[in-house]
């Protein structure tokens, strides 16, 4: 069956790092557009980044244009964010998801917590 399990959440003090990754399996990893969505406390998910099959043409939500950095790597089924100069309202739950068609969303991942704090 389908999974994704994503890794690399945490507390974080303001403008420091975080890499979150998100490890696929059950499906044919490389045929799929992958996202990441992000649900902060009390607001709606939000797509914060995407990428197609090939790594190609990136989309990133504008509050974290220049920030944030979606990747991956085929060969080992996995997905990449690679956040930096954190910000307090960067604070949410993060989901890995599959994309099978043009907006939708068929498979979530449990969510890794990203927490930006001093």
């Known amino acids: 069956q389908v999974q994704l399990v994503e890794s690399g959440g945490g507390l974080v003090q303001p403008g420091g790092s975080l890499r979150l990754s998100c490890v696929a399996s059950?499906?044919?990893?490389?045929?799929?557009?992958m996202n990441w969505y992000r649900q902060a406390p009390g607001k709606e998910r939000e797509l914060v980044a995407r990428?197609?099959?090939?790594?190609?043409?990136?989309y990133y939500t504008d509050s974290v244009k220049g920030r944030f950095t979606i990747s991956r790597d085929n060969a080992k089924n996995t997905i990449y964010l690679q956040m930096n100069s954190l910000k307090p309202e960067d604070t949410a739950l993060y989901y890995c998801?599959?994309?099978?068609?043009?907006?939708?969303?068929?498979?979530w991942g449990q969510g890794t917590q990203v927490t930006v704090s001093s």
């Open positions: 059950g499906f044919t990893f490389r045929y799929y557009v």
């Open positions: 990428i197609p099959p090939t790594g190609g043409s990136t």
């Open positions: 998801v599959r994309e099978s068609s043009v907006g939708n969303y068929d498979y």
